[in-house]
Structures are given as C-alpha cells and as structure tokens.
C-alpha cells in the first residue's frame, strides 16, 4: 500500500516537468514550417513572448520570486525558444 502511495506522489512531482516538453521547440516549429526572413522573425518573437508568458505563469504558481523567479522564467524561455 506504502509504495502505490509513493508511486503516485513521484508521478505527481513529475507532471510538471512534462509540460514544458509537450511540443517542440520554437526553432524547431519554425524549421518544420519551413518559415525564412521576416516571417520566421516574427515567428520567433512571438513564440518567445508567448514562451515567457507561459514560463511567468508557471514561476508564479510555484510560487517563486526576486532571483529564483528570475532564473526559472530566464532558463525555462530559453528551453522553450530552443
């Protein structure tokens, strides 16, 4: 019984961490749209925004702040951009 209660905390605390690599990355996407110039610029700019505003949303629900939310929204935009 203690370790199906185990198991599923340990599921738990890694459902978070699938989320970011649900799709592929911006670069990514951006090639596989074959996208160049001033499309692909724009492009990227928006799903970099989009990516922070993801990354600030999640900072927030684990309730990080200062240097800790910082870092966090730095690292996860940038592992979203690719």
């Given at each position: 019984?203690?370790?199906?209660?185990?198991?599923?905390?340990?599921?738990?605390?890694?459902?978070?961490?699938?989320?970011?690599?649900?799709?592929?990355?911006?670069?990514?996407?951006a090639a596989e749209?074959?996208?160049?110039?001033?499309?692909?610029?724009?492009?990227?700019?928006?799903?970099?925004?989009?990516?922070?505003?993801?990354?600030?949303?999640t900072a927030a629900?684990?309730?990080?702040?200062?240097?800790?939310?910082?870092?966090?929204?730095?690292?996860?935009?940038?592992?979203?951009?690719?």
């Amino acid at each position: 019984m203690r370790l199906v209660v185990l198991c599923s905390f340990a599921v738990a605390a890694l459902m978070p961490l699938a989320s970011f690599a649900e799709g592929p990355s911006c670069n990514a996407s951006a090639a596989e749209k074959k996208l160049a110039g001033a499309a692909k610029t724009s492009f990227l700019k928006k799903c970099e925004r989009d990516a922070a505003t993801a990354c600030t949303t999640t900072a927030a629900d684990k309730k990080l702040a200062g240097a800790a939310k910082n870092s966090f929204t730095k690292k996860c935009t940038r592992d979203a951009v690719g």
